[in-house]
Nanobody, 122 residues
Framework: QLQASGGGEVQAGDSLRLSCAVS????????LGWFRRAPGKEREFVAA????????YYADSVKGRFTISRDNAKNTVYLRMNGLKPEDSAVYYC?????????????????WGQGTLVTVSS
C-alpha cells in the first residue's frame, strides 16, 4: 500500500512537503514516482527517484523548485515543493515499481497511492 499525505491549501510562493509511506514489499527494490492530475487535465509526471536515491528525475515545469527524496529506513518517499504556483494545484499521487532502470517518467508503475490534494492560490 501507498499512503500519501501532506497536501493542503497554500499561497503562491509557499512550500509544502508531501510524504508517501510505502508498505507491502521490499521498499529498497522500488523506484518511486510522483504524478499529478489537475482538474480537466491528464495525469502528468512530476518527479521520480531510483531505488538507491542516486538518480532523480523531474518534469521541466518543477525543476529547480521541487525535490524528491527517499528514506529507505522509513519506507517513505518525499516531495519537497518550494515556490508553489497556482498551476501546481492538482491531486498528487505517489507510485512504486520494481526498479529495472526503466523510463520513470512513464506512468508504468504497478502500485499507486490514493492522492493528496494541493491547492495553490494567487
Amino acid at each position: 500500500q501507498l499512503q500519501a499525505s501532506g497536501g493542503g491549501e497554500v499561497q503562491a510562493g509557499d512550500s509544502l512537503r508531501l510524504s508517501c509511506a510505502v508498505s507491502g514489499r521490499t521498499f529498497s527494490n522500488d523506484a518511486l514516482g510522483w504524478f499529478r492530475r489537475a482538474p480537466g487535465k491528464e495525469r502528468e509526471f512530476v518527479a521520480a527517484i531510483n531505488w538507491s536515491g542516486g538518480s532523480k528525475y523531474y518534469a521541466d515545469s518543477v525543476k529547480g523548485r521541487f525535490t524528491i527524496s527517499r528514506d529507505n529506513a522509513k519506507n517513505t518517499v518525499y516531495l519537497r515543493m518550494n515556490g508553489l504556483k497556482p498551476e501546481d494545484s492538482a491531486v498528487y499521487y505517489c507510485a512504486a515499481v520494481f526498479d529495472t532502470a526503466q523510463d520513470y517518467r512513464k506512468p508504468e508503475y504497478d502500485r499507486w497511492g490514493q492522492g493528496t490534494l494541493v491547492t495553490v492560490s494567487s
